[in-house]
């Protein structure tokens, strides 16, 4: 009998090994935070990154897995406030449109949809606090 | 620099390749890639055309195949978005996709065939190459240059070029901006009054074909006021320059308050345009507005949608298409293998829009206008279409082609260039 007991150690071990392996899902922001950055997502970037996030040859870069996307807050922030004209390269393509600035959002607006689109489009990264982004924001101001 | 951007281009491809989960959606060429034909004969090489036309695809997988040309022998000169193996021009010798040349060592848009010379342009310059009596080009490596120096921002930077019978060369030098606001395509950004893009772009300049560096201050300033043209022609059964105007992006994403949605998928038309020495067309300040027949005053200059303001003076379109469907090559039929009514029609290429979205993407299609005594003679229709593999793809804007570059053969076929993998297509009548 006792050898077809499972040690109660093994199955708490077994459990929490189990929930830690949903982590992608601990970590993924709360609704509310996607849904308003999916509704700025649509206003402000989907014209031209489209609405499956892979942007337009030639025209608009894609959002998906690129390094600017899942890379550091602060230099991603800076990118959608002061836009961005140096061509950039994503496998050996470059885009002829430029990045608008998007300085009329307010630092919840920004961090909403940057959040939303770190962890959409097969993203997964870090959300980004309005705290932020108030922090880039003010480097901005200053002239950085 | 070249060399440098192609060492940054192999090194970031290197680096960046596993981030991006993008690259199933761009141009997918094979490594090496070997070009290949095949003519399926029945399917049309998967288009729908009239009754009586057939297409096949005598060429697969070229590259960022932007305008082509060809020859009095059938053989097809292909100007390239993107260098291949270093060049930019290939010759596919009498239209056979086995046996092809390159050279140039610059991408661009623009080539033409004029009175023994090829011409072809890169984003800043145009060059023309000298022929022989069998319509080879005798120097690949040392072209003329015609005209250099012109601006090349990244943004509309194609310079489209066709010739007239007296000597001239007319080149579309596209606006880098779309509606000339002080911070391009920023929300709340003003529209400058006046533009100073105006200058030396937004418009036609000609130049002359037989002198040599030519830079902007020797071209005659032949037409302004035109945001962006990627197709344009010059018709010679009534010796008067033709070009299609890609209208303004992102109504609704800078003016909500006046625009919804779907008036954004739905405004400004694309605009095919008569063009004299002297029009203007009124860009940046006005567009035109296809429901309400008029050119309408652009919200960034005071507009709302309703206003026409100082636009009630400026020239219609002889055609107004529907919106963001970038119409890229404009070619008028001058050959005797279709049917009466297509003869000096206009071809146009629609590349397909983007700026639709989130309402379906439209376009990437070949259309048709019957011409008479050089104004329309009648509706224009899809001419060839099913470039894009799909209803789905096509409303997704994920397309298979996108067609970009048109061109007459000697015995009067019609070919169609895509620059999203390089393929090109053949149509053919046969009563």
């Not at chain 2, 005594?373 to 001419?383: A, L, M, S, T, V």
Request: aromatic fraction near 8%; include cysteine; glycine fraction near 10%.
């Amino acid at each position: 009998m006792r050898r077809r007991l499972i040690p109660v150690n093994v199955v708490i071990a077994s459990l929490l090994f189990i929930l830690l392996s949903l982590e992608p899902d601990q970590i993924k922001p709360p609704k509310a935070v996607m849904d308003r950055g999916e509704t700025i997502y649509a206003k402000e970037c989907l014209g031209c990154h489209q609405a499956d996030g892979l942007g337009v040859q030639g025209l608009n870069p894609p959002l998906a897995k690129t390094k600017w996307v899942l890379g550091p807050r602060a230099q991603m922030i800076h990118i959608v406030l002061k836009g961005l004209t140096d061509p950039i390269e994503i496998d050996g393509d470059t885009y002829n449109n430029p990045m608008p600035p998007h300085l009329h959002l307010n630092d919840q607006e920004i961090s909403d949809v940057l959040t939303y689109v770190r962890n959409s489009f097969g993203n997964n990264a870090k959300p980004i606090t309005p705290a932020d982004v108030k922090k880039v924001r003010a480097a901005i101001a200053k002239g950085k | 620099m070249k060399s440098f951007s192609s060492i940054v281009t192999v090194v970031v491809l290197a680096t960046t390749h596993f981030l991006c989960a993008c690259a199933g959606e761009l141009p997918d060429q094979p490594a090496g890639d070997t070009t290949t034909t095949h003519s399926s004969p029945g399917d049309n090489a998967g288009l729908t055309l009239p009754s009586g036309f057939s297409a096949t695809v005598v060429a697969e997988n070229l590259g960022g195949v932007r305008h082509i040309v060809v020859d009095s022998n059938g053989d097809i000169y292909a100007k390239l978005s993107k260098l291949k193996d270093g060049k930019g021009i290939l010759e596919l010798k009498g239209g056979d996709a086995g046996r092809i040349s390159s050279f140039g060592n610059y991408p661009g848009t623009g080539i033409a065939i004029k009175n023994g010379y090829l011409y072809a342009s890169s984003n800043t310059s145009i060059f023309r190459y000298k022929l022989d009596a069998g319509n080879q080009v005798i120097d690949p490596d040392k072209p003329e240059t015609i005209v250099k120096d012109l601006t090349d921002r990244g943004q509309h930077n194609s310079k489209s070029i066709t010739l007239d019978n007296a000597g001239n060369i007319y080149v579309n030098i596209g606006a880098p901006s779309n509606s000339c606001q002080v911070q391009d395509r920023a929300v709340g950004s003003k529209g400058q009054d006046p533009c100073p893009l105006l200058d030396y772009a937004g418009g036609i300049w000609q130049f002359k074909t037989d002198k040599l560096n030519q830079t902007i201050n020797d071209g005659v300033h032949y037409a302004t006021g035109i945001r962006n043209t990627v197709g344009l022609d010059w018709n010679s059964s009534v010796n008067e320059l033709y070009v299609m105007q890609h209208g303004r992006d992102d109504l609704h994403r800078m003016f909500e308050q006046y625009y919804t949605v779907k008036d954004n998928a739905e405004l400004p038309a694309e605009e095919f345009l008569l063009v004299k020495k002297g029009s203007d067309f009124g860009w940046p300040y006005c567009y035109f507005d296809p429901k309400q027949d008029k050119k309408m005053l652009a919200p960034e200059y005071g507009g709302d949608g309703k206003i026409q303001g100082r636009c009630g003076e400026i020239e219609k379109p002889l055609v107004a298409f529907p919106a963001h469907l970038a119409p890229n090559a404009l070619l008028f039929y001058t050959g005797d293998q279709f049917p009466e009514k297509y003869k000096n029609g206009a071809f146009i290429a629609f590349h397909g829009s983007w700026n639709r979205a989130p309402e379906p993407q439209a376009g990437y299609f070949v259309a048709f206008v019957p011409m008479k005594d050089g104004k329309p003679g009648g509706n224009w229709e899809i001419f060839a279409d099913g470039f894009a593999g799909g209803d789905d793809k096509k409303a997704s804007g994920r397309v298979d082609y996108r067609p970009c570059g048109l061109a007459q053969g000697p015995d009067g076929a019609l070919y169609v260039s895509d620059d999203r993998k390089g393929n090109i297509w053949k149509i053919t009548y046969k009563k």
